[in-house]
């Protein structure tokens, strides 16, 4: 592992610790109450769940057109990222919408095709796990699909009306409430890297381990 | 020459298929078979439920295609004659337009069985406003076969093709599905909206453009060994 993977993961996990205090310390909504504690959750996740689908994808298309192995190892870490990061924003978020709006789910554009993104990435490593051979430039069409959605769920919320916050709220929060959400974000983050990071590093070893049996075979 | 290939590719389908009927036969037998278990599940004391209809005519559609896809390019693997095809001196995206065009021309002979009869069995006037509807089936039936067309030819290689072409197909489009089936729900109401299925066509033929342009783009380097 490179050297700055322990200290990063160190700080991470400092990050952790502190990112509680700082979201029990912030002030409570008017509205919300405790609950609007969800959202310096839901909205990092979010944020990193749609980088994972992006670089995914971006990672993809290179492996596409230029068949880099190193890409499609990236391309699958990703993949699994956006499925954890996923998790997370479509647990938290019916959540919070149960307070906020009543109902657990409601079929808006922006809730629709977040849940479509997510099902494209396990349906990618689905793909991967069970397609056999060629599966990884099969994987890397369909994650090149998948990331012809993301720029979709980004926007969609800003051309159609629907109960999703926009957002353009983010920039208007006052400090008290941005400091946290930031800091949140950060992390979140940094976990990301990590995690990325870790699993691109099992991937070459997984490649290492083929190409030694390989050779033995030889 | 890039029409040629595609009018070639699509006679050379359609002879095949003219010898046998086997993939248009049992397509629409299976759609129809859908439409009917749908019917008697949700028809009651011959009351159909409101608003079914739309959804009910698309799911059909969906589950055919998928069908449809499969049997197409597992006629091709058996003999090896997709290697073949490849190997041709073609431009690999007029082979792809031509497989799409056949796939199209087959689910929409299937549609044609498919909307009276749901408008029958579901008591929906689906053919108050044919036009509307042909646009709106037309340019749904492309946005899935594009995608449908360019997986299924990609994984005609993978293992257990015949489970993830649904796994894979149907996560992709379901933002066609829902523009059919809310575009089509748009057409049974009561008072006619022109705006409403303005906006769903728009959506419709938007993503029919990008799903088509990516399919191009990435039919060639996805088919290379």
Redo the contacts between chains.
């Keep these: 592992m490179p050297k700055w993977f322990t200290g990063a993961a160190v700080l991470c996990g400092l990050m952790f610790a502190v990112a509680p205090v700082l979201i029990a310390n912030a002030p409570y909504e008017s509205t919300m109450g405790l609950v609007q504690k969800i959202f310096y959750v839901h909205l990092p996740s979010a944020w990193v769940f749609l980088l994972s689908a992006i670089v995914c994808g971006v990672a993809s298309v290179r492996f596409?057109?230029r068949g880099d192995p190193r890409q499609d190892r990236l391309a699958w870490a990703a993949a699994e990222l956006v499925v954890l990061f996923g998790l997370v924003t479509l647990v938290t978020g019916p959540l919070w919408a149960r307070k906020a709006w009543g109902t657990w789910w409601q079929w808006d554009v922006r809730l629709?095709?977040s849940l479509?993104g997510w099902?494209?990435a396990?349906?990618y490593l689905?793909?991967r796990k069970?397609?056999?051979?060629?599966?990884d430039?099969?994987g890397?069409?369909?994650a090149?699909?998948?990331m012809?959605n993301v720029p979709?769920v980004y926007i969609s919320v800003n051309y159609w009306r629907t109960i999703h916050p926009a957002t353009s709220v983010v920039p208007t929060l006052p400090s008290s409430f941005g400091v946290p959400l930031w800091f949140s974000a950060v992390t979140f983050l940094l976990l990301f890297v990590l995690l990325l990071r870790l699993r691109v590093r099992l991937q070459e070893q997984h490649a290492a381990l083929d190409a030694l049996y390989l050779s033995m075979d030889a | 020459m890039f029409a040629r290939i595609v009018w070639l590719v699509l006679r050379k389908d359609f002879t095949v298929e003219v010898r046998s009927l086997e993939i248009a036969y049992t397509t629409v037998f299976f759609a129809i078979s859908c439409v009917l278990v749908f019917a008697f599940a949700l028809v009651q004391e011959g009351r159909a439920p409101e608003g079914g209809a739309a959804g009910i005519l698309w799911v059909a559609i969906a589950f055919a295609g998928t069908l449809a896809l499969g049997r197409t390019f597992e006629r091709e693997r058996q003999s090896d004659t997709l290697r073949a095809l490849l190997l041709a001196p073609a431009a690999r995206p007029a082979i792809y337009v031509g497989k799409l065009l056949g796939i199209v021309a087959l689910l929409l002979a299937a549609e044609l069985l498919l909307v009276p009869l749901v408008a029958f069995l579901f008591q929906a006037p689906l053919l108050v406003r044919p036009g509307w509807l042909a646009t709106v089936l037309l340019t749904g039936t492309i946005g899935f076969a594009a995608v449908g067309t360019l997986f299924a030819a990609m994984l005609v290689r993978a293992r257990s093709r015949d489970v993830l072409l649904p796994v894979l197909l149907y996560p992709i489009t379901v933002p066609v599905i829902i523009a059919g089936v809310r575009g089509t729900a748009a057409l049974l109401q009561p008072e006619f909206d022109p705006g409403i299925i303005h906006f769903w066509l728009a959506l419709l033929v938007c993503f029919d453009v990008v799903f088509v342009t990516l399919a191009l783009w990435t039919f060639e380097p996805l088919m290379t060994d």
Excluded: D, N, R
């Excluded at chain 1, 069970?130 to 599966?135: E, I, Q």
């Design positions: 596409l057109f629709t095709s479509m099902m494209v396990v349906a689905l793909l069970y397609g056999g051979p060629g599966s430039k099969l890397a069409g369909l090149l699909f998948g012809a979709f």
